[in-house]
């Protein structure tokens, strides 16, 4: 087991009220094991990827409670200092944005081998090597001669790679990518996602990918979680999950996305509503509001996940 | 003003020309007229401080007392002082003093206060508040008073106003610093920065500090003018750099006594310290237009 999270809880406190940002969400993950993790904006999916490395912005945001093990150490209680140690170099992030997430002012090829200087003491002559590897593995042509290069000078999806490979550079066990393609062309996703899988494939590397995008989950991902409001609703192996989508937002989302064996005239069905405030949730199940197959019982208590088949866990009251 | 066409975009994302264009950096500030006379005189009393000796007719500290209080002659350009020493001469070598004393107490405020406003302007929270009411305290005292006060406590001499100056100036590097770390620090690369495990120290120093360098340059060159014009204030009244060493400041005091006689005593040391101020704001203007990119009239986002 390389990452255990148990009850990961992290509030916002704001002057309103509690933000329930990540609430009670637990997952596993083995060695070399991909996750995806899906839901619509907001529903916690990058807080509770921040929450691993404890990037939760202060003051406001804080761990509440939960633990997360990670190689056997509980992260939350580390030091500064260990978790400094931890990040970028046992678990690296992969973000949104490669132009706003690169330093303007900083070359490519000083980016890519921070985490080389500060975890490995690495000394700048060696990193400018290794950094022209890393930037070869990402398949960025002409690699020795962008080291120079700023970030202005790449497009997008250049500078994406830069953020793939410095993520790699010191061959982390586990790397978050929190919608690492979302800013980029649909050609240069379906790229960037290959050289991805292929490079966490050959070093063994797990990986949680965050994304909305449940074509992304389908081909990349060996489990899926699907979060709603802060909550982890539906949990299963990547095939279950497609073959028999269980909780209803589930089904509504693939209902959404347009299907190549579908008949074309028959509309998508999105799902009705908007997600709730998160600090203002319902009673109940937070889906019920927008729910077809609401009962009673869905406004009056919020479902737990029960196990529905070996790989499979769902939290909706008419599976109870 | 066609600049930034001569380059096509490159790889097909529009993406906005780095705030460090060197480039168009120095085709903006040569376009600037007034900061093109700015560089120049500067250039100019650069140049005169540096080669001081070998371009005063005469030793500053010689004194010939038959030839006192003289208005401009052939041997004597811009006449002589009370004692008989060449004020030319005196003017030359009082400009390595003001422009060494500017530069030094700039240098320091600079990294005084760049240090406290990076500190600052990261941490946040109790840190940023007090230090932000320390410098507010530091901006309510006139400026002369306090140096006053310092000097005569430290003792007069170029030692004393430097340190002085450097209390008195390092705030504004502070504000404008703490300020722009505040805007940077929430930037998704921070963040990334973050995630990637730098130290907080490193953050500030790798990822935040080259980020903030454009007003910190801009805010230097004005500050060069002010603290020039404060040590020549200082050495006005008595308290700066002692006799019989030249600077602009000692050299108005004691001509200013002998204003109906040989105007140019106190003159000539006037318009330098005038020329240098102007100077050092014009630079500093045009240079923030030049590292700017809104202000920039041709900047790509305006087009």
């Known amino acids: 087991m390389l990452l255990a999270v148990r009850n990961l809880t992290t509030y916002f406190f704001n002057g309103q009220g509690t933000v329930k940002a990540v609430d009670d969400v637990s997952y596993e993950l083995e060695e070399g094991q991909t996750m995806g993790i899906v839901g619509e904006s907001g529903c916690g999916k990058t807080v509770s990827a921040l929450s691993l490395l404890r990037l939760i912005p202060g003051p406001s945001g804080r761990i509440v409670r939960g633990e997360i093990l990670f190689e056997g150490r509980d992260l939350l209680k580390l030091s500064q200092d260990e978790i400094c140690s931890i990040r970028g170099n046992r678990i690296a992030m992969i973000f949104q944005e490669p132009m706003t997430s690169l330093n303007p002012v900083l070359t490519i090829g000083y980016q890519v081998m921070e985490p080389l200087l500060v975890h490995k003491g690495m000394n700048k002559k060696a990193g400018i090597l290794k950094c022209i590897e890393l930037l070869k593995s990402v398949q960025i042509p002409d690699a020795p001669s962008r080291v120079g290069a700023y970030p202005h000078q790449f497009s997008g999806g250049m500078g994406q790679r830069a953020m793939i490979a410095m993520g790699l550079s010191c061959n982390p066990r586990l790397i978050i990518a929190d919608e690492p393609t979302t800013a980029l062309d649909v050609t240069i996703q379906a790229e960037l996602l290959e050289i991805m899988k292929g490079l966490t494939r050959d070093h063994g590397t797990a990986m949680i990918i965050i994304t909305h995008n449940l074509g992304v989950v389908a081909r990349y991902a060996d489990k899926v979680m699907v979060m709603y409001a802060g909550k982890a609703i539906e949990k299963a192996l990547t095939p279950d999950l497609y073959r028999r989508p269980r909780h209803p937002y589930t089904k509504g989302l693939m209902a ?23 600090a203002n949730l319902p009673k109940g199940c937070a889906f019920a509001p927008r729910c077809a197959f609401c009962v009673e019982r ?21 599976y109870a | 003003m066609m ?5 096509p975009i490159r790889d097909g ?28 005189i500067l250039l100019f009393m650069l140049v005169v401080a540096v080669f001081a000796p070998y371009l005063a007719p005469y030793n500053p500290d010689d004194q010939d007392l038959y030839q006192v209080l003289q208005g401009p002659s052939r ?39 760049v240090f406290i406003g990076l500190v600052s302007g990261y941490k946040g929270g109790v840190i940023d508040m007090i230090v932000m009411r320390i410098t507010d305290t530091f901006m309510c005292i006139p400026a002369l008073v306090l140096i006053l006060v310092m000097v005569s406590a430290l003792g ?14 390092w705030t504004w590097f502070a504000r404008i610093v703490r300020g722009q770390v505040m805007l940077v620090r929430e930037l998704p690369y921070v963040e990334a920065a973050r995630a990637l495990g730098a130290s907080g120290f490193r953050i500030m120093f790798r990822h935040l500090l080259p980020n903030v360098m454009a007003p910190v340059i801009i805010t230097a ?29 000692n050299e108005l005091r004691i001509g200013y006594s002998y204003l109906e006689i040989v105007p140019l005593f106190s003159l000539a040391p006037g318009l330098m310290i005038t020329l240098t101020v102007l100077a050092f704001n014009f630079l500093g203007d045009g240079l923030r237009d030049a590292l ?10 305006m087009r």
């Open chain 2, 156 to 169: 007069p001499g170029m030692h004393s106003v430097i340190i002085s100056i450097t209390v008195l100036s």
């Open chain 2, 3 to 7: 600049k930034s066409m001569e380059n």
């Open chain 2, 75 to 113: 041997q004597h350009l811009l006449g002589t002082d009370d004692v008989g020493r060449d004020l030319l001469s005196r003017v030359i070598f009082g400009s390595r003093v003001t422009l060494l004393m500017g530069a030094v107490s700039t240098f320091f405020s600079a990294i005084i206060g």
């Open chain 2, 221 to 249: 060159t004005i500050a060069l003018g002010g603290n020039i014009m404060l040590e020549s204030a200082v050495s006005f009244l008595g308290l700066g750099v002692q006799q019989p060493t030249p600077s602009w400041g």
């Open chain 2, 13 to 40: 994302n529009a993406v906005p020309a780095s705030v460090f264009n060197s480039n168009s950096i120095i085709k903006t500030l040569i376009h600037h007229k007034v900061v093109l006379a700015g560089a120049v």
């Open chain 1, 298 to 318: 869905c406004r009056r208590e919020p479902p737990a996940l029960i196990k529905i088949s070996e790989n499979h866990e769902v939290a909706c009251w008419n």
């Open chain 1, 256 to 278: 959404s996305i347009p299907r190549l064996d579908q008949d074309i005239r028959q509309k998508l069905r999105p799902i009705e509503g908007q997600p709730p405030d998160l």
């Open chain 2, 292 to 301: 700017d990119p809104r202000l920039r009239s041709n900047s790509p986002m």
